[in-house]
């Protein structure tokens, strides 16, 4: 073994991170070495000044507190919306409940998307403006759609549609309607698209429906058991364009 | 007004498999961003991010998973921060002259005061520091690392071998400027 092969292994060997064969190899070499040797010795007492001198900073009791708190009301915050008024109303009102609850469950599904579309608008601007518009910066559908792969259940369709227009620039985990989704980045001209996606409960394909928000434009199709919206600051009719060539 | 039963549960699981790692967050964010004020802050962040991603946590060790946040939030936090100044783009191999030392003197190091330590460490290029924070006082695995740090496990190696050679050489020079 050559010096320069057992000093790659030195590093690893004070880690720990060496298969046996690996280790008794480097270890011959280190008993007719003094240079390799020395090197490990150099390592292991630069370890022993980090671990003995180095400060570690532990959190105070007053951050414990503080971090605890804030978990614990954006746990309340997030259940709200969902939970608390229904239930309330079930269990107090069960007899008379009969036509209150179906006026409940009426107002509730047609409350349901436009509360949906606030979220996807809020998750497309947050993206803009919170700086967190890419984990994975790349214009290739190749790279986008891999790096997915084990941080969500479910693997959304990426597609390149520079050709047309739509650059493709990144991907992100963002969160929306309760669920981790995945948001893709397209870029036309100075306009951002996020394509928002996750499983839909719908298992039918259907075709582009568009609605506006706060001045942003809304595109929704299902393809294969996913749901995916687009939302840009694009005019309507070109963002209805990004959805068909998409959905193709 | 109380929890759900499962949204109790999820709390409940999150604060006892996440909420743990406060210290080893916290002591990440310090050096990352260098500050308390801001240490805290990120902190904070990051624990609610975590809490949002929960449910798409599956492993076991809920510490990598929450470090790998704390670090993005961590990076996020300094761009932002250094918005507007233009902080050189990080180039692997402009900083892979740096050799590891291999001679006798090198056991001066041994004589470091803990301020050497702490500025060695800190002055390091993030992806240096990130790197050997995590191996040297979390001893997280080199995959740990790689998960965490979003790289290819070869990187980490060497820039883990890098970190120690910059903090080997800054304790090294430091140590002959007091003797001298």
Same mark, same amino acid.
């Not at chain 1, 007492?45 to 009301?73: G, M």
């Not at chain 1, 008379?96 to 601007?125: C, E, F, N, Y």
């Not at chain 2, 801001?38 to 492993?59: C, K, N, P, S, T």
């Given at each position: 073994?050559?010096?320069?092969?057992?000093?790659?292994?030195?590093?690893?060997?004070?880690?720990?991170?060496?298969?046996?064969?690996?280790?008794?190899?480097?270890?011959?070499?280190?008993?007719?070495?003094?240079?390799?040797?020395?090197?490990?010795?150099?390592?292991?007492?630069?370890?022993?000044?980090?671990?003995?001198?180095?400060?570690?900073?532990?959190?105070?009791?007053?951050?414990?507190?503080?971090?605890?708190?804030?978990?614990?009301?954006?746990?309340?915050?997030?259940?709200?919306?969902?939970?608390?008024?229904?239930?309330?109303?079930?269990?107090?009102?069960?007899?008379?409940?009969?036509?209150?609850?179906?006026?409940?469950?009426?107002?509730?599904?047609?409350?349901?998307?436009?509360?949906?579309?606030?979220?996807?608008?809020?998750?497309?601007?947050?993206?803009?403006?919170?700086?967190?518009?890419?984990?994975?910066?790349?214009?290739?559908?190749?790279?986008?759609?891999?790096?997915?792969?084990?941080?969500?259940?479910?693997?959304?369709?990426?597609?390149?549609?520079?050709?047309?227009?739509?650059?493709?620039?990144?991907?992100?985990?963002?969160?929306?309607?309760?669920?981790?989704?995945?948001?893709?980045?397209?870029?036309?001209?100075?306009?951002?698209?996020?394509?928002?996606?996750?499983?839909?409960?719908?298992?039918?394909?259907?075709?582009?429906?568009?609605?506006?928000?706060?001045?942003?434009?809304?595109?929704?199709?299902?393809?294969?058991?996913?749901?995916?919206?687009?939302?840009?600051?694009?005019?309507?009719?070109?963002?209805?364009?990004?959805?068909?060539?998409?959905?193709? | 007004?109380?929890?759900?039963?499962?949204?109790?549960? +999820?709390?409940? &699981? *999150?604060?006892?498999?996440?909420?743990?790692?406060?210290?080893? /967050?916290?002591? =990440? %964010?310090?050096?990352?961003?260098?500050?308390?004020?801001?240490?805290?802050?990120?902190?904070?962040?990051?624990?609610? +991010?975590?809490? &949002? *991603?929960?449910?798409?946590?599956?492993?076991?060790?809920?510490? /990598?998973?929450? =470090? %790998?946040?704390?670090?993005?939030?961590?990076?996020?936090?300094?761009?932002?921060?250094?918005?507007?100044?233009?902080?050189?783009?990080?180039?692997?191999?402009?900083?892979?002259?740096?050799?590891?030392?291999?001679?006798?003197?090198?056991?001066?190091?041994?004589?470091?005061?803990?301020?050497?330590?702490?500025?060695?460490?800190?002055?390091?290029?993030?992806?240096?520091?990130?790197?050997?924070?995590?191996?040297?006082?979390?001893?997280?695995?080199?995959?740990?690392?790689?998960?965490?740090?979003?790289?290819?496990?070869?990187?980490?190696?060497?820039?883990?071998?890098?970190?120690?050679?910059?903090?080997?050489?800054?304790?090294?020079?430091?140590?002959?400027?007091?003797?001298?």
């Amino acid at each position: 073994m050559t010096c320069d092969a057992a000093r790659e292994l030195l590093q690893p060997l004070v880690d720990e991170e060496l298969d046996l064969t690996q280790k008794v190899d480097i270890e011959t070499h280190l008993r007719s070495c003094v240079g390799c040797a020395e090197y490990l010795h150099n390592l292991a007492e630069l370890r022993q000044v980090i671990r003995d001198k180095a400060p570690y900073y532990r959190a105070s009791e007053q951050l414990a507190s503080r971090v605890q708190a804030a978990v614990r009301a954006s746990a309340k915050a997030e259940a709200r919306p969902r939970l608390n008024w229904p239930w309330a109303a079930a269990v107090s009102l069960a007899a008379a409940a009969a036509i209150l609850w179906g006026a409940i469950l009426i107002r509730s599904t047609a409350a349901q998307p436009d509360l949906l579309a606030q979220d996807l608008v809020a998750g497309h601007v947050r993206s803009l403006m919170a700086n967190h518009l890419l984990d994975v910066p790349s214009t290739d559908q190749h790279t986008v759609k891999p790096w997915f792969n084990g941080k969500l259940d479910f693997s959304p369709q990426v597609k390149d549609l520079t050709d047309e227009g739509f650059r493709l620039t990144g991907g992100r985990l963002d969160y929306l309607n309760g669920r981790a989704v995945a948001a893709m980045v397209f870029q036309r001209r100075q306009h951002v698209i996020n394509l928002f996606v996750w499983p839909s409960a719908r298992a039918e394909t259907n075709g582009p429906s568009a609605i506006a928000r706060s001045g942003f434009n809304l595109v929704h199709w299902n393809a294969d058991g996913l749901a995916y919206w687009a939302v840009s600051d694009l005019n309507a009719a070109e963002l209805q364009d990004f959805a068909r060539l998409y959905e193709k | 007004m109380g929890l759900r039963p499962p949204d109790a549960a +999820r709390l409940a &699981r *999150f604060e006892q498999t996440v909420l743990p790692h406060l210290n080893a /967050a916290h002591n =990440l %964010a310090r050096w990352m961003v260098r500050n308390e004020a801001d240490a805290q802050d990120v902190v904070q962040e990051a624990y609610l +991010r975590a809490f &949002r *991603f929960f449910d798409g946590f599956h492993g076991s060790d809920g510490r /990598a998973w929450l =470090l %790998a946040i704390v670090r993005n939030t961590s990076r996020t936090w300094m761009q932002q921060a250094a918005k507007g100044d233009s902080a050189a783009e990080f180039d692997e191999d402009q900083h892979s002259r740096f050799c590891p030392t291999a001679g006798p003197e090198a056991q001066m190091i041994r004589q470091s005061g803990i301020d050497s330590v702490r500025q060695c460490i800190e002055e390091l290029p993030v992806e240096y520091k990130e790197t050997l924070v995590m191996r040297e006082m979390e001893e997280m695995s080199y995959k740990e690392i790689a998960d965490a740090t979003s790289v290819p496990l070869g990187t980490v190696m060497s820039r883990l071998a890098r970190a120690r050679a910059r903090v080997q050489n800054c304790l090294l020079v430091r140590a002959k400027e007091a003797r001298a």
